[in-house]
């Protein structure tokens, strides 16, 4: 079945740096796009970026700019994310979902589990 | 950039209600509109793309439609299992989520 799997939860300190994993089975990995969402506790969700898994194109959220790096690994069908600079207000879950553009939905449909980041000392 | 204002926060309702969510875009996203579902500890759940298309699997309680910028989520008949946070997001520019609304047990 088509399925996204994300790395396990991770525990930063303050200024280090996070990868998080999201890998791809069951469809044609280069056939969508992804993008990733984050959810800090309590709160609602938000739009971090985006990548073209066939060019490599991204966009990312304005306050994101210069901190977060979108990459994908054909060859393993596997997205990852990478946050660095960390500080608690990165403190979140972390999803990774399919991105359906240009497609029947045109939504982000699948969705991994979530990664929960947190940053403390 | 294009602001999503999503009312109310937080809703109570019963059984059997039917219940209605807006979602207000400051500037016209057209029809890119998507709403999901969220319960507690679990990722989103697409219900409808493009406005008003019921994703499938989606009970046929939940309608979406639009007039302008405003657009709206419609549960009729609300079920046990409807009860839950729900987020629209425009992708007329980049992707923008509303602030969610916690739909509760009255």
């Known amino acids: 079945q088509v399925q996204l799997v994300q790395s396990g939860a991770e525990i930063k300190e303050p200024g280090a740096s996070v990868r998080v994993s999201c890998k791809a089975s069951?469809?044609?990995?280069?056939?969508?796009?992804f993008s990733w969402v984050r959810q800090a506790p309590g709160q609602g969700l938000e739009w971090i970026g985006w990548?073209?898994?066939?060019?490599?194109?991204?966009h990312y959220v304005q306050k994101l700019q210069g901190r977060i790096t979108l990459t994908t690994d054909t060859s393993t069908s596997t997205a990852y994310m990478e946050l660095r600079s960390l500080t608690s207000d990165d403190t979140a879950v972390y999803y990774c979902?399919?991105?359906?553009?240009?497609?029947?939905?045109?939504?982000?449909?699948?969705w991994g589990q979530g990664t929960l980041v947190t940053v403390s000392s | 950039d294009i602001q999503m204002t999503q009312s109310p926060s937080t809703l109570s309702a019963s059984v059997g209600d039917r219940v209605t969510i807006t979602c207000r875009a400051s500037?016209?996203?057209?029809?890119?509109l998507i709403w999901y579902q969220q319960k507690p500890g679990t990722a989103p759940k697409l219900l409808i793309y493009?406005?008003?298309s019921l994703q499938t699997g989606v009970p046929s309680r939940f309608s979406g439609s639009r007039s302008g910028t405003e657009f709206t989520l419609t549960i009729s008949n609300l079920q046990p299992d409807d009860f839950a946070t729900y987020y629209c997001?425009?992708?007329?520019?980049?992707?923008?989520f509303g602030q969610g609304t916690r739909v509760e047990i009255k």
């Open positions: 979902a399919r991105d359906d553009g240009g497609g029947i939905t045109d939504a982000f449909d699948i």
């Open positions: 069951g469809y044609t990995f280069t056939s969508y796009t």
């Open positions: 990548i073209s898994t066939s060019s490599g194109n991204t």
């Open positions: 500037q016209t996203v057209n029809n890119w």
């Open positions: 493009k406005t008003s």
């Open positions: 997001l425009q992708y007329n520019t980049y992707w923008v």
